[in-house]
C-alpha cells in the first residue's frame, strides 16, 4: 500500500485551515457565534474550490 501524501494533505486542509483558525479566534477572545461561522465559511469555500478545480483536473483525489 501506498501512502499518498498530497491527497491526504489536500483533504485534511480545511481541518487544519479550521484549527488555525480556532487558535487564533479564541486567543483574541472573540465570540464563539463568529468562530462558528468561520468554520462553516472556511469548509464552504474549500469544498466549493476542490469541486470546480482540483477534482475535474485531478481525477484521481475524486475517491468515492
Given at each position: 500500500?501506498?501512502?499518498n501524501w498530497k491527497y ?24 464563539s457565534i463568529w468562530l ?29
Amino acid at each position: 500500500m501506498i501512502f499518498n501524501w498530497k491527497y491526504a494533505l489536500f483533504t485534511n486542509a480545511p481541518m487544519c485551515l479550521t484549527l488555525i483558525v480556532y487558535i487564533g479566534m479564541t486567543a483574541l477572545h472573540i465570540d464563539s457565534i463568529w468562530l462558528i461561522l468561520a468554520v462553516v465559511v472556511i469548509w464552504l469555500a474549500w469544498y466549493t474550490y476542490a469541486g470546480w478545480k482540483v477534482y475535474s483536473l485531478h481525477p484521481e483525489f475524486n475517491f468515492p
